[in-house]
Protein backbone atom coordinates (compact mmCIF):
# COMPACT_ATOMS: atom_id res chain seq x y z
CA UNK A 1 0.00 0.00 0.00
CA UNK A 2 1.59 3.64 -0.69
CA UNK A 3 1.85 6.05 1.43
CA UNK A 4 0.00 9.80 1.17
CA UNK A 5 1.41 11.35 -2.10
CA UNK A 6 2.82 8.40 -3.34
CA UNK A 7 1.56 5.96 -6.62
CA UNK A 8 2.99 2.41 -6.82
CA UNK A 9 4.90 1.73 -10.20
CA UNK A 10 1.94 -0.72 -11.62
CA UNK A 11 -0.68 2.01 -11.08
CA UNK A 12 1.55 4.89 -12.95
CA UNK A 13 2.20 2.29 -15.71
CA UNK A 14 -1.50 1.87 -16.21
CA UNK A 15 -2.07 5.28 -16.33
CA UNK A 16 1.01 6.02 -19.52
CA UNK A 17 -0.13 5.49 -22.72
CA UNK A 18 -3.73 7.01 -21.71
CA UNK A 19 -5.23 10.08 -22.87
CA UNK A 20 -5.13 11.21 -19.93
CA UNK A 21 -1.84 10.04 -19.16
CA UNK A 22 0.00 12.62 -15.89
CA UNK A 23 3.33 14.56 -16.57
CA UNK A 24 6.46 12.68 -15.53
CA UNK A 25 9.01 14.41 -14.21
CA UNK A 26 12.62 12.80 -13.78
CA UNK A 27 14.48 14.53 -11.03
CA UNK A 28 17.49 12.27 -10.53
CA UNK A 29 20.88 13.72 -10.53
CA UNK A 30 23.20 13.10 -13.32
CA UNK A 31 25.12 10.48 -11.42
CA UNK A 32 22.11 8.66 -10.59
CA UNK A 33 21.02 8.55 -15.12
CA UNK A 34 24.52 7.30 -15.64
CA UNK A 35 24.30 4.66 -13.12
CA UNK A 36 20.69 3.55 -14.88
CA UNK A 37 20.75 5.07 -18.15
CA UNK A 38 17.07 4.60 -18.72
CA UNK A 39 13.97 6.59 -18.47
CA UNK A 40 10.31 5.87 -17.51
CA UNK A 41 8.40 6.42 -20.76
CA UNK A 42 7.15 9.96 -21.15
CA UNK A 43 9.22 11.12 -18.53
CA UNK A 44 10.86 14.75 -18.79
CA UNK A 45 14.55 14.72 -17.21
CA UNK A 46 14.37 18.34 -14.66
CA UNK A 47 16.77 19.27 -11.99
CA UNK A 48 15.68 19.14 -8.82
CA UNK A 49 16.59 22.78 -8.29
CA UNK A 50 14.52 23.48 -11.54
CA UNK A 51 11.23 22.01 -10.78
CA UNK A 52 10.41 25.82 -9.34
CA UNK A 53 11.12 27.27 -12.86
CA UNK A 54 8.62 24.91 -14.35
CA UNK A 55 5.69 27.50 -16.78
CA UNK A 56 3.95 24.28 -17.94
CA UNK A 57 -0.08 24.87 -16.92
CA UNK A 58 -0.45 22.29 -13.63
CA UNK A 59 -2.07 19.26 -13.92
CA UNK A 60 -1.44 15.66 -12.89
CA UNK A 61 2.19 14.49 -12.30
CA UNK A 62 4.49 11.64 -10.98
CA UNK A 63 7.83 12.45 -9.85
CA UNK A 64 10.58 10.52 -10.32
CA UNK A 65 14.21 9.89 -8.80
CA UNK A 66 16.27 6.74 -7.80
CA UNK A 67 14.31 5.64 -4.66
CA UNK A 68 11.62 7.73 -4.12
CA UNK A 69 13.25 10.06 -1.12
CA UNK A 70 14.20 13.03 -0.67
CA UNK A 71 14.71 14.63 -4.00
CA UNK A 72 10.93 13.21 -5.62
CA UNK A 73 9.30 14.10 -2.08
CA UNK A 74 11.01 18.06 -1.92
CA UNK A 75 10.25 18.29 -6.12
CA UNK A 76 6.66 16.96 -5.44
CA UNK A 77 5.96 19.09 -2.57
CA UNK A 78 6.92 22.23 -4.77
CA UNK A 79 4.92 21.07 -7.87
CA UNK A 80 1.60 21.17 -5.11
CA UNK A 81 2.68 24.93 -4.44
CA UNK A 82 2.20 25.67 -8.23
CA UNK A 83 -1.38 23.99 -8.00
CA UNK A 84 0.19 20.30 -9.33
CA UNK A 85 -1.37 17.37 -8.15
CA UNK A 86 1.86 15.99 -8.36
CA UNK A 87 2.74 12.29 -6.80
CA UNK A 88 6.03 10.29 -5.87
CA UNK A 89 6.96 7.15 -7.79
CA UNK A 90 7.03 4.73 -4.86
CA UNK A 91 10.52 3.23 -4.97
CA UNK A 92 11.67 5.58 -7.59
CA UNK A 93 13.76 4.05 -10.82
CA UNK A 94 14.81 1.05 -9.20
CA UNK A 95 11.02 0.20 -7.91
CA UNK A 96 10.18 0.49 -11.81
CA UNK A 97 12.92 -1.53 -12.70
CA UNK A 98 12.56 -4.23 -10.24
CA UNK A 99 8.90 -4.71 -11.69
CA UNK A 100 10.07 -5.46 -15.08
CA UNK A 101 8.40 -2.31 -16.31
CA UNK A 102 9.53 -0.84 -19.85
CA UNK A 103 11.94 1.81 -19.78
CA UNK A 104 14.03 4.03 -22.55
CA UNK A 105 17.45 3.93 -23.14
CA UNK A 106 18.74 7.25 -22.59
CA UNK A 107 21.21 6.98 -25.71
CA UNK A 108 18.29 6.42 -28.18
CA UNK A 109 16.18 9.35 -27.17
CA UNK A 110 15.79 12.34 -29.44
CA UNK A 111 15.82 15.96 -27.30
CA UNK A 112 12.22 16.64 -26.42
CA UNK A 113 9.69 17.91 -29.30
CA UNK A 114 12.16 16.64 -32.32
CA UNK A 115 10.32 16.89 -35.10
CA UNK A 116 9.31 13.72 -37.08
CA UNK A 117 8.59 13.78 -40.93
CA UNK A 118 7.23 10.97 -42.96
CA UNK A 119 5.39 10.28 -46.66
CA UNK A 120 2.12 12.18 -46.32
CA UNK A 121 -1.58 10.64 -47.11
CA UNK A 122 -0.67 8.04 -44.08
CA UNK A 123 -2.69 4.96 -43.69
CA UNK A 124 -1.88 2.56 -40.53
CA UNK A 125 2.06 2.28 -40.36
CA UNK A 126 2.20 6.34 -40.14
CA UNK A 127 -0.46 6.97 -37.88
CA UNK A 128 0.15 4.00 -35.28
CA UNK A 129 3.94 5.20 -35.05
CA UNK A 130 3.06 8.69 -34.08
CA UNK A 131 0.59 7.21 -31.52
CA UNK A 132 3.26 5.50 -29.96
CA UNK A 133 5.62 8.44 -29.79
CA UNK A 134 3.11 10.65 -28.54
CA UNK A 135 1.84 8.05 -25.69
CA UNK A 136 4.86 6.35 -25.02
CA UNK A 137 8.12 8.43 -26.04
CA UNK A 138 7.58 12.20 -26.53
CA UNK A 139 4.04 13.55 -25.82
CA UNK A 140 5.22 16.99 -27.64
CA UNK A 141 6.02 15.67 -30.83
CA UNK A 142 5.66 16.99 -34.20
CA UNK A 143 4.84 15.52 -37.18
CA UNK A 144 5.05 16.54 -40.51
CA UNK A 145 3.65 15.03 -43.76
CA UNK A 146 5.54 15.83 -46.85
CA UNK A 147 6.00 14.35 -50.23
CA UNK A 148 7.67 10.88 -50.39
CA UNK A 149 10.38 12.16 -52.63
CA UNK A 150 11.14 14.94 -50.03
CA UNK A 151 11.13 13.08 -46.76
CA UNK A 152 14.78 12.92 -46.38
CA UNK A 153 15.62 16.43 -47.64
CA UNK A 154 13.01 17.64 -45.10
CA UNK A 155 14.77 15.85 -42.68
CA UNK A 156 17.99 17.29 -42.91
CA UNK A 157 17.27 20.76 -43.43
CA UNK A 158 14.72 20.32 -40.46
CA UNK A 159 16.70 18.52 -37.84
CA UNK A 160 13.31 15.71 -37.78
CA UNK A 161 13.68 12.12 -37.61
CA UNK A 162 12.53 10.26 -40.83
CA UNK A 163 10.15 7.47 -40.09
CA UNK A 164 8.70 4.59 -42.13
CA UNK A 165 10.68 5.15 -45.91
CA UNK A 166 13.48 3.02 -47.46
CA UNK A 167 17.19 3.29 -46.05
CA UNK A 168 16.45 5.06 -42.37
CA UNK A 169 16.92 3.32 -39.18
CA UNK A 170 12.75 3.63 -38.15
CA UNK A 171 11.55 1.46 -41.37
CA UNK A 172 9.89 -1.53 -42.43
CA UNK A 173 12.30 -4.75 -40.96
CA UNK A 174 11.94 -7.55 -42.75
CA UNK A 175 8.57 -8.85 -42.37
CA UNK A 176 8.16 -6.22 -39.22
CA UNK A 177 6.65 -2.97 -39.82
CA UNK A 178 7.69 0.73 -38.40
CA UNK A 179 5.99 0.06 -34.95
CA UNK A 180 7.64 -2.62 -34.57
CA UNK A 181 11.41 -0.80 -35.09
CA UNK A 182 9.89 1.45 -32.37
CA UNK A 183 8.98 -0.96 -30.30
CA UNK A 184 12.30 -2.61 -30.42
CA UNK A 185 14.83 0.29 -30.20
CA UNK A 186 13.09 2.34 -27.25
CA UNK A 187 12.62 -1.14 -25.43
CA UNK A 188 9.17 -0.75 -25.15
CA UNK A 189 7.66 -4.39 -25.83
CA UNK A 190 4.84 -4.97 -22.98
CA UNK A 191 1.56 -7.78 -23.87
CA UNK A 192 -0.61 -4.98 -24.90
CA UNK A 193 1.85 -3.60 -27.26
CA UNK A 194 2.90 -6.73 -28.59
CA UNK A 195 -0.59 -7.58 -29.37
CA UNK A 196 -1.03 -4.40 -30.59
CA UNK A 197 1.93 -4.98 -33.09
CA UNK A 198 0.65 -8.11 -34.50
CA UNK A 199 -2.71 -6.11 -35.56
CA UNK A 200 -0.86 -3.10 -36.90
CA UNK A 201 1.36 -5.45 -38.72
CA UNK A 202 -1.31 -7.72 -40.31
CA UNK A 203 -2.91 -4.75 -41.50
CA UNK A 204 -0.31 -2.60 -43.21
CA UNK A 205 1.32 -5.79 -44.54
CA UNK A 206 -1.86 -7.35 -46.00
CA UNK A 207 -1.70 -10.20 -43.61
CA UNK A 208 -4.78 -10.93 -42.18
CA UNK A 209 -3.93 -14.43 -41.25
CA UNK A 210 -2.07 -13.33 -39.01
CA UNK A 211 -4.74 -11.62 -37.01
CA UNK A 212 -8.20 -11.21 -37.25
CA UNK A 213 -8.81 -7.86 -36.07
CA UNK A 214 -6.23 -6.61 -39.16
CA UNK A 215 -9.43 -6.42 -41.09
CA UNK A 216 -11.29 -3.63 -39.01
CA UNK A 217 -8.27 -1.98 -38.95
CA UNK A 218 -7.36 -1.60 -42.93
CA UNK A 219 -11.39 -0.96 -43.18
CA UNK A 220 -11.52 2.11 -40.76
CA UNK A 221 -7.71 3.29 -41.84
CA UNK A 222 -8.66 3.55 -45.49
CA UNK A 223 -12.03 5.37 -44.35
CA UNK A 224 -10.43 7.80 -42.60
CA UNK A 225 -8.14 8.22 -44.75
CA UNK A 226 -11.07 8.97 -47.75
CA UNK A 227 -12.56 11.17 -44.92
CA UNK A 228 -9.47 13.55 -44.34
CA UNK A 229 -8.42 15.51 -46.92
CA UNK A 230 -5.44 17.28 -44.05
CA UNK A 231 -2.88 14.64 -42.69
CA UNK A 232 -3.10 15.82 -39.10
CA UNK A 233 -6.91 16.00 -39.05
CA UNK A 234 -6.56 12.31 -39.82
CA UNK A 235 -3.48 12.11 -37.73
CA UNK A 236 -6.31 13.29 -34.93
CA UNK A 237 -8.55 11.35 -35.48
CA UNK A 238 -6.12 7.88 -36.06
CA UNK A 239 -4.89 9.07 -32.38
CA UNK A 240 -8.37 8.45 -31.17
CA UNK A 241 -8.28 4.56 -33.04
CA UNK A 242 -5.21 3.61 -31.31
CA UNK A 243 -6.20 4.67 -28.26
CA UNK A 244 -9.12 2.18 -28.48
CA UNK A 245 -7.01 -0.71 -30.22
CA UNK A 246 -4.39 -0.14 -26.68
CA UNK A 247 -7.22 -0.79 -24.24
CA UNK A 248 -8.58 -3.47 -26.47
CA UNK A 249 -4.78 -5.12 -26.34
CA UNK A 250 -4.34 -4.25 -22.51
CA UNK A 251 -8.05 -4.86 -21.09
CA UNK A 252 -10.46 -6.74 -23.50
CA UNK A 253 -8.57 -8.70 -25.95
CA UNK A 254 -10.49 -11.56 -24.50
CA UNK A 255 -13.64 -10.24 -24.81
CA UNK A 256 -16.18 -10.91 -27.87
CA UNK A 257 -19.74 -9.89 -28.53
CA UNK A 258 -23.32 -11.81 -29.15
CA UNK A 259 -26.42 -10.67 -29.09
CA UNK A 260 -29.17 -11.89 -28.86
CA UNK A 261 -27.34 -14.42 -26.66
CA UNK A 262 -27.48 -17.96 -27.99
CA UNK A 263 -28.04 -16.94 -31.39
CA UNK A 264 -25.11 -19.25 -32.73
CA UNK A 265 -26.87 -22.29 -30.95
Do not use: N
Not at 62 to 71: E, L, P, Y
Not at 159 to 173: C, K
Amino acid sequence: MPQFGQITPASAFRLIGTPDAPSVFDVRTDEDVAALPCLIPTSRQVPHDAISALTDPPGRAIVVCTKGRKFSEGAAAWLRTLGWQAEVLEGGTLAWQAAGLPMLPVAAMPARGTPWVTRHRPKIDRIACPWLIRRFIDPTARFLFVAPSEVQSVADRFGALPFDIEGVTFSHRGDSCTFDALLDDFHLHTEALDRMALVIRAADTDRHDLAPQAAGLLALSVGMSRMCRDDLQQLDAGIAVYDALYRWARDGHEEGHDWPAGRRE
